[in-house]
């Protein structure tokens, strides 16, 4: 099904790991005038280079690239804060002749940007300590009895026995007072409309090959030893949200000594291949996305079409 026509500037090229959608937008991005924000969500930390494919400073200094190296990896980052982000990027982009072009593989932030998504109010560690001492006390069915009375649509849409989601809608209303639903309700105010393009390889096989070299091509180029570094971070851990990125979780466990390399190796592979279907998976339910063959020798001229048309248009 075709994309819904969204406002001039502003195109996403996505699709699942490995697929060289990243090459492809490079290639657009020397032809025309072209900037790229990155909807990668572990691109946006310092110091996680190999295992992100991340493009180097050359390329980067070629093609003016946003939300790369934004964020230290001891920080969080979240789809409401890309959508914000993404947002005003493609602004300012648009403000100065060019197109943005949106290229990743975060599911959850294209829906984000297409959707709009509540500003929710960040953790509080007091508040969960307490919804949690209450839990303990009276059981999670009891704190979605509550959470019932605070807020009747997200009980219905929460399982009594969900704790992670119980706890953050109370969390939520006690912080601000106001029902998550009702917040959840406003964010859809902030959504965006634009073309989407995704690259669906029509080869699993060769597809999972190709993620199978990628990994000993990041391996050869010192991935190891990038994340030796970020084990020193005296405040990083492996349950950072950072180091839960495929490839990074995987090594930190070998270096912790709980596997052998080579089970580390194959099963950061595995977990790769499986972000790989998770991500087919979504795009295949994703109709407001155009797909496109991975594979097909005339992709690449369809996306100059696409483009062209684009910056005609803005």
């Not at 508040?127 to 605070?150: C, F, K, N, S, Y």
Request: glycine share 8%; net charge neutral.
């Amino acid at each position: 099904m075709a994309s819904e026509r969204g406002e001039p500037g502003c195109i996403a090229i996505t699709g699942p790991t490995a697929c060289g959608k990243t090459d492809l937008a490079l290639i657009l991005a020397r032809e025309f005038p072209i900037e790229i924000i990155s909807m990668d969500s572990a691109m946006v930390y310092r110091g996680m280079d190999i295992g992100t494919a991340k493009p180097d400073a050359a390329t980067r200094a070629e093609v003016r690239h946003h939300l790369i190296d934004i964020l230290d990896p001891e920080e969080s980052y979240s789809a409401g804060r890309f959508a914000a982000e993404a947002r005003r990027l493609v602004g300012e982009i648009r403000s100065r002749g060019k197109l943005a072009l949106i290229v990743g593989g975060t599911m959850l932030y294209l829906k984000a940007m297409r959707e709009g998504i509540a500003e929710l109010p960040e953790r509080d560690s007091a508040i969960r300590a307490e919804i949690d001492a209450r839990a303990e006390a009276l059981g999670w069915p009891a704190l979605h009895a509550e959470l019932e009375a605070l807020d009747p649509e997200a009980a219905r849409r929460i399982e009594p026995g969900d704790r992670q989601r119980i706890q953050r809608a109370l969390e939520v209303h006690a912080i601000t007072g106001r029902p998550l639903t009702e917040l959840q309700r406003e964010g859809t105010a902030r959504a965006t409309v634009f073309d989407s393009l995704a690259l669906i390889p029509a080869n699993r096989e060769a597809l999972a090959q190709r993620i199978e070299r990628r990994f000993d091509h990041m391996v050869r180029q010192g991935l190891v030893e990038e994340v030796r570094a970020l084990r020193a971070r005296t405040a990083l851990s492996a349950d950072s949200s950072s180091m839960r990125a495929v490839g990074y979780r995987q090594v930190w466990a070998f270096l912790d000594g709980r596997w052998g390399w080579a089970e580390a190796a194959e099963r950061a592979v595995i977990a790769t291949r499986q972000l790989a279907k998770r991500q087919l998976t979504w795009l295949r339910s994703d109709s407001r996305s155009d797909r496109l063959d991975a594979e097909d020798p005339g992709v690449l001229e369809l996306l100059r079409r696409r483009v062209g048309r684009a910056l005609d248009n803005s």
